[in-house]
């Protein structure tokens, strides 16, 4: 079972997980919705500048109205050497640019796989 500490995660080896992001306007409170075109990427990296061992987005359509999407991991997901990664959210505009002026769009936490 996985296992969430603030923003860092933790999740057994070839386990799965449904990881909830809650996307919010500035202000904290209002739910940020998708414009049409907009998406959640999440990406998991061993190291800051290679390539993600994981990457997963999630559309407007997926997203609830309260502001919040869910990212689900598969055992294939989760099935990479276990230690400490780390992970990024970011809400991508339809011209693939990342938008970071929302509450919720993760700057970096620790992902670990256990």
Do not use: W
Not at 52 to 71: H, N
Request: aromatic share 12%; glycine share 10%; charged share 20%.
């Amino acid at each position: 079972m996985y296992e969430t500490n603030g923003s860092d995660i933790k999740i057994p080896y070839g386990d799965t997980a449904a990881v909830i992001f809650t996307f919010l306007m500035p202000d904290g409170e209002t739910p940020y919705i998708f414009e049409d075109g907009q998406y959640a990427r999440l990406d998991v990296y061993k190291t800051a500048g290679s390539e993600p061992d994981i990457t997963m987005t999630v559309s407007k359509t997926e997203q609830s109205q309260d502001g919040s999407v869910v990212f689900g991991f598969c055992s294939d997901n989760t099935s990479i050497d276990r230690g400490t990664y780390f992970y990024t959210v970011k809400l991508i505009s339809s011209g693939g640019t990342g938008i970071d002026t929302v509450h919720g769009a993760l700057v970096r936490a620790d992902f670990e796989i256990i």
